[in-house]
T-cell receptor, first 113, second 113 residues
Framework: AQTVTQSQPEMSVQEAETVTLSCTYD???????LFWYKQPPSRQMILVIR??????QNATENRFSVNFQKAAKSFSLKISDSQLGDTAMYFC??????????FGAGTRLTVKP | DTEVTQTPKHLVMGMTNKKSLKCEQH?????MYWYKQKAKKPPELMFV???????INESVPSRFSPECPNSSLLNLHLHALQPEDSALYLC????????????FGEGSWLTVV
């Protein structure tokens, strides 16, 4: 069975600071992808970043980067230079095929001015 | 701007009504999905279409009836819904149903009265 755990229901960060959101997962598959999706109050789920499990190098997208620890089954998201527009619910997700994507419970991030 | 377009954005319907949610994508994707998301919860997969054929039905009640008229369109027909069916319904698409990034629409917020 695949499970995704986000242990931080809510977090806050000051504008321009750095914040890290945690995610752990469990799977018996060897070939899988991990994702972070952002859902702002507008409700659209927006892809933030994705990581292929077979790649050792951590994915980076502008201010967003991940710390992927495959052995520990950990996939944290670091947001640098936080902006007010980063305020959203963040979901960690695991998929070994798109028919079975599992989401974590989400972390609500608030960026304070 | 989303490339997965959903209409309507908001829908209020009575328990005896028949209504439909519509979804359109122009990315040439061959897999399309319906997800249901309750407040403060992660999305839950309902249906998967692959090459216009229903490939996954996650034991969804028959009062929800999906339809894929062509590779760009996905409908969700609603009939005799219950108040507990009130939720955000997200349409999504991906290149295929392997491990490909899933792109979401903005969602249709459904209220059943």
């Amino acid at each position: 069975a695949q499970t995704v755990t986000q242990s931080q229901p809510e977090m806050s960060v000051q504008e321009a600071e750095t914040v890290t959101l945690s995610c752990t997962y469990d799977t018996s598959e060897n070939n899988y992808y991990l994702f972070w999706y952002k859902q702002p109050p507008s409700r659209q789920m927006i892809l933030v970043i994705r990581q292929e499990a077979y790649k050792q190098q951590n994915a980076t997208e502008n201010r967003f980067s991940v710390n992927f620890q495959k052995a520990a089954k950990s996939f944290s998201l670091k947001i640098s230079d936080s902006q007010l527009g980063d305020t959203a619910m963040y979901f960690c997700a695991l998929a070994y095929n798109n028919n079975d994507m599992r989401f974590g419970a989400g972390t609500r991030l608030t960026v304070k001015p | 701007d989303t490339e997965v377009t959903q209409t309507p954005k908001h829908l209020v319907m009575g328990m005896t009504n028949k209504k439909s949610l519509k979804c359109e994508q122009h990315m040439g994707h061959r897999a399309m999905y319906w997800y249901k998301q309750k407040a403060k919860k992660p999305p839950e997969l309902m249906f998967v279409y692959s090459y216009e054929k229903l490939s996954i039905n996650e034991s969804v009640p028959s009062r929800f009836s999906p339809e894929c008229p062509n590779s760009s369109l996905l409908n969700l027909h609603l009939h005799a819904l219950q108040p507990e069916d009130s939720a955000l319904y997200l349409c999504a698409s991906s290149q295929e149903t392997g491990i490909y990034t899933i792109y979401f629409g903005e969602g249709s917020w459904l209220t059943v009265v």
